[in-house]
């Protein structure tokens, strides 16, 4: 049986979810967590890495179950998450295809940045939002946003622009106030590379707090060698869903 696990986990402990010898890890604990089940680790598949530090609500993971060890679905998530620690949950388990892959199945993404603007430090947020500490101009921030929307080489946002070797559609950009002071930055798009999204925020932010007009993200948008100025915190971001095609 092929299975689909929807995972959920607080990144502040980890060196981001992709297995690393000698650190700590999100996919090391769910390969410890199903050798105990299992008695042996079956090939992990995710929907893609996230950095350390960083979180997720909806990750994606996929595997093949050992023959002659097979659960029900309902055992299978009880008895994984005994064995997960405390910052790591399987929300859901589920029967996909055989040629069901995490990543490359997947259709589109969907992540989420938190930003505080408060004057003084949210001590209870601390580890899940990044604390700018002055007001945001929302609006001039939407308009910036606007401008991302669709086919651009985004390759002056990322960490590793040399890398971005082909242009990258971004769906939709939405900025939200959530409460007086909680600001969220929801990107969805078939793929992201590494460091995007965060470049993306601290450029906004960047435009939100008066330093850049709206309008200079077109000048990002024409690519390497040019480089966004600021990466915003890992500790703001979160994998929220992978949306796959509705057959699966």
């Not at 003084?120 to 910036?144: C, N, Q, T, Y």
Request: with cysteine; charged share 25%.
């Amino acid at each position: 049986m092929n299975v689909k696990l929807v995972v959920a986990y607080d990144g502040s402990g980890f060196h981001g979810y992709q297995y690393q010898p000698g650190v700590r890890t999100v996919e090391g604990e769910l390969r410890r967590a199903l050798t105990k089940v299992f008695d042996e680790c079956p090939k992990l598949y995710s929907a893609g890495r996230t950095d350390a530090g960083s979180h997720a609500v909806g990750q994606v993971v996929n595997f093949h179950m050992p023959v002659g060890r097979s659960l029900p679905l309902e055992r299978l998530v009880t008895a994984l998450n005994a064995n997960l620690p405390e910052d790591v949950v399987v929300r859901q388990a589920k029967s996909v295809p055989d040629s069901f892959h995490a990543r490359y199945s997947a259709i589109s993404r969907w992540y989420t940045y938190v930003v505080v603007e408060c004057e003084r430090r949210p001590v209870f947020l601390r580890k899940f939002a990044w604390h700018v500490g002055k007001e945001l101009d929302i609006i001039s921030m939407r308009k910036a946003a606007k401008l991302l929307e669709g086919e651009h080489d985004v390759s002056a946002f990322c960490l590793d622009p040399a890398r971005v070797t082909s242009k990258r559609k971004i769906f939709v950009v939405i900025i939200s106030l959530l409460t007086a002071n909680v600001i969220t930055f929801d990107f969805v798009a078939p793929g992201f590379a590494r460091g995007l999204i965060r470049g993306i925020v601290g450029s906004l932010v960047e435009v939100g707090l008066g330093r850049r007009s709206p309008e200079w993200i077109e000048e990002l948008l024409e690519g390497y060698p040019k480089r966004a100025p600021y990466w915003a915190p890992a500790c703001g971001l979160f994998l929220r869903e992978v949306m796959y095609p509705e057959e699966i």
